[in-house]
T-cell receptor, first 110, second 113 residues
Framework: KNEVEQSPQNLTAQEGEFITINCSYSVGISALHWLQQHPGGGIVSLFMLSSGKKKHGRLIATINIQEKHSSLHITASHPRDSAVYICAVIGLNNTDKLIFGTGTRLQVFP | NAGVMQNPRHLVRRRGQEARLRCSPMKGHSHVYWYRQLPEEGLKFMVYLQKENIIDESGMPKERFSAEFPKEGPSILRIQQVVRGDSAAYFC???????????FGSGTRLTVV
């Protein structure tokens, strides 16, 4: 079993819909990251969280440390949001290395 | 600030050749991480370096792979005697300090033919 699990694996949506991507992890962590990867492209760091909630534009990330769960929300989704969204954690007592989920592939149709 | 620069973007090597992948971290960042993304798989940690030191290489294959981050110049990931299974995207990330957040490079896509 992976230490970081994401759901769903694939997600399609119509433009304007509210999107939620979930991440559960089984290890103690010092921080959790949400990353975005476009096809054939680089990786962009969206958020780093250790507690609570962060918002940037139409993106919102939340984390519940007790439940070992995080969610990434996209409000008013747009076709340019189509990408793979990756959850990654830094385990406690780890040397800052990221442990990745397998990603959620999002396609937003106009 | 140009961000994390990786070169080359694409690299083709024949089996048995050497591959050298370069990563210049952001200015002021002294922590460098290398990750590998095999086709249709997730990202996996390879190695974590600070200037002139390897901090954690627990994700590096035992043979043929090495990494360095010299006092001057970029970090280098070196793969000797490449095999088809080394074909992957290799990403570098840098950070100014521990648990601060990362900036990723655009990756080097290695194809072994």
């Amino acid at each position: 079993k992976n230490e970081v699990e994401q759901s769903p694996q694939n997600l399609t949506a119509q433009e304007g819909e509210f999107i939620t991507i979930n991440c559960s992890y089984s290890v103690g962590i010092s921080a959790l990251h949400w990353l975005q990867q476009h096809p054939g492209g680089g990786i962009v760091s969206l958020f780093m969280l250790s507690s609570g909630k962060k918002k940037h534009g139409r993106l919102i990330a939340t984390i519940n440390i007790q439940e070992k769960h995080s969610s990434l929300h996209i409000t008013a989704s747009h076709p340019r949001d189509s990408a793979v969204y990756i959850c990654a954690v830094i385990g406690l007592n780890n040397t800052d290395k990221l442990i990745f989920g397998t990603g959620t592939r999002l396609q937003v149709f106009p | 600030n140009a961000g994390v620069m990786q070169n080359p973007r694409h690299l083709v090597r024949r089996r048995g050749q050497e591959a050298r992948l370069r990563c210049s971290p952001m200015k002021g960042h002294s922590h460098v991480y290398w990750y590998r993304q095999l086709p249709e798989e997730g990202l996996k940690f390879m190695v974590y370096l600070q200037k002139e030191n390897i901090i954690d290489e627990s994700g590096m294959p035992k043979e043929r792979f090495s990494a360095e981050f010299p006092k001057e110049g970029p970090s280098i990931l070196r793969i000797q005697q490449v095999v088809r299974g080394d074909s992957a995207a290799y990403f570098c990330a840098s950070s100014p300090s521990s648990n601060y957040g990362y900036t990723f490079g655009s990756g080097t896509r290695l194809t072994v033919v």
